[in-house]
């Protein structure tokens, strides 16, 4: 298999669209299954051995909130 290339994308999402891609993916966590979702044209195998953390950034009176997931792969 060719190595991935590396790659930083960030893609916002109408409201209805997030919280169904969040809905899936908190059922998978759930399940302790895998998860599968398309970010920017590429489709994402998520492990359900996955690490998954929240991320609070405060800086310049603007707050960020980012769920993580992680893995190798």
Do not use: C, N
Request: cysteine-free; hydrophobic content about 40%.
């Amino acid at each position: 298999m060719p190595a991935r290339r590396a790659r930083d994308l960030e893609k916002s999402y109408p409201r209805a669209q997030f919280v169904a891609k969040l809905r899936r993916l908190a059922d998978a966590v759930e399940a302790g299954e895998a998860f599968t979702i398309m970010v920017g044209g590429e489709r994402l195998r998520v492990p359900a051995d996955a690490v998954v953390s929240v991320e609070h950034e405060r800086s310049g009176g603007v707050s960020e909130l980012e769920f993580q997931v992680r893995w190798r792969g």
